[in-house]
């Protein structure tokens, strides 16, 4: 366990020290444990709770009760009963997790949106169904009301799966030539992407035409900035809504920019300064605070003015993180 100070805010690291090795043997570990005072007072909360190589993604489930993380190499998915603090059930995949999406409130149906093209149906059992889409995905959403999940790829398709009828919708077409990121918003289910050219397609599942398109790209501090050839480099990276009317949007170039989305001019600029794509954005719901990660840093500000409240950079790459409801704990991956 570590502890440290980042703007008068203080920062507990549970899992800082280095793990033993599963195949050694008791009497070395006992060793091991003696000469090494990191090891001996080092923190366990969860069992388990690392990967062969990588870790890829990790959520919370709505319920609070269960956590889910994924990685590679070899393909794994692991799932932790949080009131017993153990290892629920694991399964090896066939293809690396690209985006994981929970369909219920606890562990019984989740979505993984593999890498070759693969999309795998999960329930509390094991794998229900498996099956491949004409391009390679980037981003997954669901929209409940419909029961439809909405997959954006490498081309400008939004291929559209109907989960109660078990068939694909004819898809929409974006303007731009390839796609990053997707959202429903949960209150009125308005659907978002972002594109490899800077912009923020609208769409409303009710009606197959295209509701409004957002340029972040023609941002004012963006333009100062930049001259028109890097601008035109600039992808949308992350998307998440905060309520009916707020969207942050990340960019590629390490800038978030909060909207009103009755509003084409973004009403907070921010920037981490480091020039990452911002690949994960986050409104904290007990706290008027964004987290925003990149490769590099998670940092927390607030949603209003944009001063900081924290920043946590543990000196390795960065890939994801999940925040537990209504509470100050984060796991980082």
């Given at each position: 366990?570590?502890?440290?100070?980042?703007n008068?805010?203080?920062?507990?690291?549970?899992?800082?020290?280095k793990?033993?090795?599963?195949w050694?043997?008791?009497?070395?570990?006992?060793?091991l444990?003696?000469q090494?005072?990191?090891?001996?007072?080092?923190?366990?909360?969860?069992?388990?709770?690392?990967?062969?190589?990588?870790?890829?993604?990790?959520?919370?489930s709505?319920?609070?009760?269960?956590?889910?993380?994924?990685?590679?190499?070899?393909?794994?998915?692991?799932?932790?009963?949080?009131?017993?603090?153990?290892?629920?059930?694991?399964?090896?995949?066939?293809?690396?997790?690209v985006?994981?999406?929970?369909?219920?409130?606890?562990?019984?149906?989740?979505?993984?949106?593999?890498?070759?093209?693969f999309?795998?149906?999960?329930?509390?059992?094991?794998?229900?169904?498996?099956?491949?889409?004409?391009?390679?995905?980037?981003?997954?959403?669901?929209?409940?009301?419909?029961?439809?999940?909405?997959?954006?790829?490498?081309?400008?398709?939004?291929?559209?799966?109907?989960?109660?009828?078990?068939?694909?919708?004819?898809p929409l077409?974006?303007?731009?030539?390839?796609?990053?990121?997707?959202?429903?918003?949960?209150?009125?289910?308005?659907?978002?992407?972002?594109?490899?050219?800077?912009?923020?397609?609208?769409?409303?599942?009710?009606?197959r035409?295209?509701?409004?398109?957002?340029d972040?790209?023609?941002?004012?501090?963006?333009?100062?900035e930049?001259?028109?050839?890097s601008r035109?480099?600039?992808?949308?990276?992350?998307?998440?809504?905060?309520?009916?009317?707020?969207?942050?949007?990340?960019?590629?170039?390490?800038?978030?920019?909060?909207?009103?989305?009755?509003?084409?001019?973004?009403?907070?600029?921010?920037t981490?300064?480091?020039?990452?794509?911002?690949?994960?954005?986050?409104?904290?719901?007990?706290?008027?605070?964004v987290?925003?990660?990149?490769?590099?840093?998670?940092?927390?500000?607030?949603?209003h003015?944009?001063?900081?409240?924290?920043?946590i950079?543990?000196?390795?790459?960065?890939?994801?993180?999940?925040?537990?409801?209504?509470?100050?704990?984060?796991?980082?991956?």
């Open positions: 366990m570590q502890l440290s100070y980042s008068n805010i203080k920062v507990i690291n549970l899992n800082s020290t793990l033993i090795p599963e050694i043997s008791e009497k070395k570990r006992r060793k444990e003696k090494d005072v990191d090891i001996r007072k080092r923190v366990q909360l969860l069992q388990n709770l690392e990967m062969p190589s990588v870790s890829r993604t990790i959520s919370f709505s319920d609070g009760n269960y956590l889910f993380t994924t990685g590679s190499y070899k393909p794994t998915l692991k799932c932790f009963d949080l009131n017993e603090l153990s290892l629920k059930f694991e399964r090896g995949l066939d293809a690396d997790v985006k994981f999406h929970l369909l219920s409130d606890d562990y019984t149906k989740f979505i993984l949106l593999e890498e070759e093209r999309v795998e149906f999960h329930t509390g059992y094991g794998r229900y169904f498996r099956l491949r889409i004409p391009h390679f995905g980037r981003d997954i959403s669901f929209c409940r009301e419909i029961s439809e999940a909405y997959i954006a790829g490498c081309r400008n398709e939004i291929f559209r799966l109907n989960l109660e009828l078990g068939r694909f919708h004819e077409y974006s303007q731009s030539e390839s796609l990053t990121c997707c959202q429903f918003n949960d209150q009125h289910q308005l659907f978002v992407c972002g594109t490899t050219d800077g912009k923020v397609e609208a769409w409303d599942y009710r009606d035409s295209r509701a409004a398109v957002l972040c790209v023609l941002n004012k501090a963006i333009a100062m930049l001259d028109l050839d035109s480099s600039i992808e949308v990276s992350s998307l998440c809504f905060k309520d009916a009317l707020h969207l942050a949007v990340g960019l590629s170039n390490g800038y978030i920019l909060l909207y009103d989305i009755r509003s084409s001019q973004p009403y907070l600029t921010k981490h300064n480091f020039g990452l794509p911002i690949t994960r954005l986050e409104f904290a719901s007990n706290q008027e605070v987290l925003s990660m990149d490769g590099r840093a998670l940092k927390i500000w607030n949603e003015n944009g001063q900081p409240f924290t920043s950079e543990p000196g390795s790459d960065l890939n994801d993180f999940s925040h537990y409801q209504n509470s100050g704990f984060l796991l980082i991956l």
